[in-house]
């Protein structure tokens, strides 16, 4: 089912076409707002947005672009989802670098490299948040 990137409710088609080539966007009944937009952007745009860390092209990428079988997972789904918790685990750990040695935990202090480098990549997958 067709996912508003906006707001997350569903939609029943993200767009009308009307012939080829000429589509019109479905406005959501929730938020009033076009359903998924990323439809008519090309693959530079999104790209762009996914730098920007926009919520909306992630929605895209994981609800709209794909017809999802019960059960299946693509493996560009897989990728996406890899690269985005290394990217996570980069910031985390760029920003734990840059506090205080008086504001680190003092469990990550006199830890190897690698070790730090696990806990954080944990957190990441967890969730939870190590630094603030």
């Not at 990428?61 to 999802?68: D, G, H, K, S, T």
Request: charged share 20%; glycine share 4%; with cysteine.
């Amino acid at each position: 089912m067709p996912t508003c990137i906006e707001c997350g409710s569903s939609v029943s088609s993200l767009y009308t076409e009307y012939s080829k080539g000429n589509i019109r966007l479905t406005q959501c009944a929730e938020c009033h707002q076009f359903a998924d937009r990323y439809v008519e952007h090309d693959a530079v745009l999104i790209f762009i947005d996914m730098m920007l860390h926009k919520p909306q092209v992630y929605r895209h990428l994981l609800f709209n672009r794909q017809i999802f079988q019960e059960g299946e997972t693509s493996a560009s789904t897989i990728k996406l989802t890899i690269l985005l918790i290394l990217f996570d685990v980069y910031i985390k750990w760029f920003r734990f670098e840059k506090m205080d040695i008086e504001e680190q935990p003092n469990f990550f202090y006199n830890q190897a490299f690698y070790v730090q480098y696990i806990c954080i990549l944990l957190m990441s997958v967890l969730g939870k948040s190590l630094v603030v």
